[in-house]
């Protein structure tokens, strides 16, 4: 009777320890908050995107990513220089401004991540909306999108 407990226990050690990584739904939805101006932050927000994107398709998962610029994010949506506005670009950002459009582009058109702009910070600077990157969606406010999202379950990440 004990060497069928001892069995039963470790067979139940196996499958808990080689189940694979996956979600309660076999989806993940997660959002990504850029609110800030650093370039090389927001390039490695951009490889983070990339990087749990490939995670969920090697685990054949659903992903349901989003991305939402808020404040100095803004600086990431379009390529007005945003002269005289404290989202101006810089010399990083100019240096660097195709590559990074093309990464955001690549993950919104061929990963499905929807990437969303705060209103609210568009408007605040008078910024035309046909300014904006094609495919990111305005929405009201960035950070109630973000709060909304967390309360249907999303994670939320941040890259610092």
Excluded: W
């Amino acid at each position: 009777m004990k060497k069928y407990k001892l069995l039963g226990a470790l067979a139940l050690m196996f499958s808990l320890f080689s189940a694979p990584i996956q979600a309660a739904d076999d989806g993940a939805k997660v959002v990504y908050h850029v609110d800030f101006s650093d370039v090389t932050r927001y390039s490695a927000t951009l490889t983070s995107i990339n990087n749990i994107m490939n995670f969920y398709e090697n685990e054949l998962m659903n992903a349901d990513v989003h991305l939402v610029f808020v404040g100095h994010g803004l600086r990431f949506s379009t390529d007005d220089a945003l002269k005289g506005t404290p989202y101006a670009h810089d010399k990083a950002l100019l240096e660097r401004r195709d590559e990074l459009k093309g990464r955001l582009d690549a993950l919104m058109n061929s990963r499905g991540v929807k990437v969303k702009l705060c209103d609210h910070t568009r408007n605040e600077i008078n910024l035309d909306p046909s300014k904006i990157y094609e495919g990111i969606e305005l929405i009201p406010s960035g950070v109630a999108d973000i709060a909304i999202l967390q309360s249907q379950g999303y994670a939320y990440l941040k890259i610092q």
